[in-house]
C-alpha cells in the first residue's frame, strides 16, 4: 500500500458518501445519472467477485462491502425511494448505457490477462470503469447548471483514478514484476475522460462561479 | 508474479 493508492481509495470513499449525502440530505437526485450508478454496481460486482474467495487485508474486504453496498443501495434509491425517484431527471439521463456493457464484455473477451471466468470479469470491470462516468458527463452538460454536492462527486470520483495512475507509475519503479496495462490503460482513458470536466470546475473554482459546462 | 500485486487493489 503506497500513499497513492490510500489517498485514490480515500477520495474513492469521500465521492460515495458526497452523493450519499447528497441523496439523503435533499432527498433528491437530481443532475444524477442513474445509468451512471448502475455502471458502477456492475463494476463493482464484476471486480470483486473473489471478495468471498481472497482474503488480501480487513481494509480490502471492507472497502470492497462498503463500495457494493453503497453503489446498490444508491441505486435501490433513485429506482424505488418514493421521494427520491421523483426528482430523477429520466427524460435527460437518456445516454445508451446498454451499449457500453456490451462493448465492454466484448473488449473483456477479446483483451484480457488469462481466459478464466474471474480474469474477463475483472477485465470487463476495468473497461466499463473507465466508461461509466460518460452517461453522467452527458446529464451534466444536458441539466447546464450543477449543483456544488454533485460537481464535487464528479470532481472526486475523477481524482481517484487520477491518484491511482500515480500508484501505477510508483509500483512500477519499486516493485521488479509490476506492470498491469490493462488497468493502467483504462485507468488513463477514465481519467481523460474528465479532463474537460476538471478545467470548467477548475474554472468555475479560480473564479469563484458556479460550475457551468458547456452545453 | 505480477497476477497477485493488482488484484490487491481495490
Known sequence: MNIFRFAGDMTHLISVLVLLLKIYATKSCSGISLKTQELYALVFLARYLDLFTDFISVYNTVMKIVFIMSSLSIVWCMRMHPMVRRSYDKELDTFRHYFLIAGCLLGALLVHEKFTFQEIFWAFSLYLEAVAILPQLVLLQRSGNVDNLTGQYVFFLGAYRALYILNWIYRYFTEKHFGRWISCISGLVQTALYGDFFYYYFISWKNNAKLQLPA | ?10
Not at chain 2, 508474479?1 to 481495490?10: C, F, G, I, R, S
Open chain 2, 1 to 10: 508474479n505480477n497476477n497477485n500485486t493488482v488484484k490487491d487493489e481495490l
